[in-house]
C-alpha cells in the first residue's frame, strides 16, 4: 500500500493497482490500472509523480499526474 493525498494506493498481486478513497466511511475505488503483466509481490516505490513497480520479470517506472 502506498499513502497518497486522501488516497491510498493498493498493488494486486494480479498486476492491477487500484486507487481507493482514505475515506473512513467506508471503501470507495477511484480508479484501477494494471501494471504488471505478471504476479507482483513487491510493494510500489512512490517517487515524486512515478510509481515503480516490480513484477515477476520487470521494473517499470510509471508516471502519473501533470
Do not use: C, M
Not at 5 to 33: K, Q, T
Amino acid at each position: 500500500f502506498l499513502s497518497l493525498e486522501g488516497h491510498v494506493a493498493a498493488l494486486r498481486s494480479n498486476g492491477e493497482l487500484r486507487i481507493i478513497a482514505a475515506d473512513p466511511a467506508g471503501y470507495r475505488s477511484r480508479a484501477a490500472y494494471r501494471v504488471a503483466p505478471d504476479q507482483t509481490w513487491a510493494p510500489p516505490v512512490l517517487l515524486d509523480s512515478k510509481i515503480l513497480i516490480k513484477d515477476l520479470n520487470r521494473l517499470t517506472l510509471w508516471s502519473f499526474g501533470s
